[in-house]
């Protein structure tokens, strides 16, 4: 009985193009604390997959809004990726600034140890700012190996004359685990 019951369920899934499962389903949010002072406070992250096959899309959302002058210099967003299951240090990095007024995306190598950092070539990646609080960026798994990874993201953010950001004001998400917090990508 339970072989019939199966084949029909293996019959009705190939039938209509396989099982209806929501486009974001495995789409997971990481809330961040509002601990930081400075325009680029991030207060979540998400991660999902593109309606294509193999597309990763990671959306960060700050508490207040921002303009994308305050990405300027060495301001902005950074995105690690740790995709060799050690989850200590990023083989990735993607970065999200402004370049000549233009809003940029790119991600490249990256490796890290306890007294150096290396950065490879960064390739232009696809970036979208749905909101004045969101910035979302999407690229193909390929980019970063393919396989499972976790993830983390950071923000910097100085402004001349604050009494708080002087110097920067920097942020990690999720950073509810030292040295930082991450979030495991099943692919």
Known sequence: M???RVAVATALTLLIGGPAIPAAADRIRAHDAN???GTLDISSITHGHGHRAGVL???IRTYGEWRPRALNGNDGFDVWFSTDREDRFAEYRASIYVDHGALRACIGGYSEGS???GVGPCKAIDVRRPDPRTV???FAARRIGGNDYAW???SSY???GSANCRRGCYDYAPND???RGQIHHHL
């Open 2 to 4: 339970w072989i019939r």
């Open 35 to 37: 601990d930081v002072d």
């Open 57 to 59: 899309i990671h959306r």
């Open 115 to 117: 007294d150096f950092a």
């Open 136 to 138: 979302v960026i999407r």
């Open 152 to 154: 983390s993201a950071s």
């Open 158 to 160: 100085r402004k001349a």
């Open 177 to 179: 685990r030292l040295p």
